[in-house]
């Protein structure tokens, strides 16, 4: 029911700084929580930030706390990660999701976007 386009990946230097927009389908946009997880081969999925429907209660992982910001516009039907100060373990391919609630573990989101690969060189 819910179909998530995402965009803004790219390469990017180490201290630099990308923004990436999740776009997503209906009129119902504020009735879900939505989520950034990130995953680098070999590795499980690891949660990166959520935010709350109404864009109120925000939530980040250790590793990005500081200097990524996760918001949305409800209005326009999108999600946005701002990441600051990129650091080269930050490389992976970025998700976006949403659910009915904010939840941490990545296995438990309903939907997916496609996924965008980040690359932070040295």
């Known amino acids: 029911q819910v179909q998530l386009v995402e965009s803004g990946g790219g390469l990017v230097q180490a201290g630099g700084s990308l923004r990436l927009s999740c776009a997503a389908s209906g009129r119902t946009f504020s009735n879900y929580a939505m989520g950034w997880f990130r995953q680098t081969p070999g590795k499980e999925r690891e949660f990166v930030a959520a935010i709350s429907g109404g864009g109120g209660s925000t939530y980040y992982g250790d590793s990005v706390k500081g200097r990524f910001t996760i918001s949305r516009d409800n209005a326009k039907n999108t999600v946005y990660l701002q990441m600051n100060s990129l650091k080269p373990e930050d490389t992976a391919v970025y998700y976006c999701?949403?659910?009915?609630?904010?939840?941490?573990?990545?296995?438990?989101?309903?939907?997916w976007g496609q996924g965008t690969q980040v690359t932070v060189s040295s």
């Open positions: 999701a949403a659910n009915g609630v904010v939840v941490f573990p990545s296995h438990a989101w309903r939907y």
